[in-house]
């Protein structure tokens, strides 16, 4: 699978995130890198994705001006695992939803129910 396969497979799974969900995200952004940084994963397990910001559910009214959340999702990660492709689109679908969910401030319990984790 090539870098752009993998960024159109992100790009999808956020495309089918429902209206309201979408409605609900506010200052984020999410990236694409090829492997997350020292201070990203300081122990080197290899994570798959990441949230790194403040969610909607801990902001308060004192939240402004500031730089957009940001997931990242990372290729060599799930190349890793050495899925076959559907399974690879599958882990990537896997992988950006719950940090989404981290996004908007949901337990694991409510992306459980989802389906999202």
Same mark, same amino acid.
């Given at each position: 699978?090539?870098?752009?396969?993998?960024?159109?497979?992100?790009?999808?799974?956020?495309?089918? %995130?429902?209206?309201? &969900? #979408?409605?609900? &995200?506010?200052?984020?952004?999410? #990236?694409?890198?090829?492997?997350?940084? %020292?201070?990203?994963?300081?122990?080197?397990? /290899?994570?798959?994705?990441? $949230?790194?910001? #403040?969610?909607?559910?801990?902001? /308060?009214?004192? $939240?402004?001006?500031?730089?957009?959340?940001?997931?990242?999702?990372?290729?060599?990660?799930?190349?890793?695992?050495?899925?076959?492709?559907?399974?690879?689109?599958?882990? &990537?679908?896997?992988? #950006? *939803?719950?940090?989404?969910?981290?996004? *908007?401030?949901?337990?694991?319990?409510?992306?459980?129910?989802? /389906?999202?984790?």
């Amino acid at each position: 699978m090539t870098r752009t396969d993998f960024e159109r497979i992100v790009d999808r799974t956020l495309g089918e %995130l429902p209206p309201d &969900i #979408v409605a609900e &995200i506010d200052n984020l952004t999410v #990236v694409v890198e090829d492997r997350p940084t %020292l201070e990203q994963d300081p122990h080197g397990h /290899g994570i798959l994705g990441l $949230y790194e910001g #403040v969610s909607l559910a801990e902001r /308060g009214t004192g $939240y402004f001006g500031t730089l957009p959340d940001r997931i990242s999702i990372f290729v060599n990660a799930h190349l890793a695992l050495g899925l076959e492709r559907a399974g690879t689109e599958a882990e &990537i679908r896997t992988t #950006v *939803l719950p940090e989404i969910g981290h996004h *908007l401030g949901t337990d694991d319990h409510r992306l459980h129910e989802l /389906g999202w984790a």
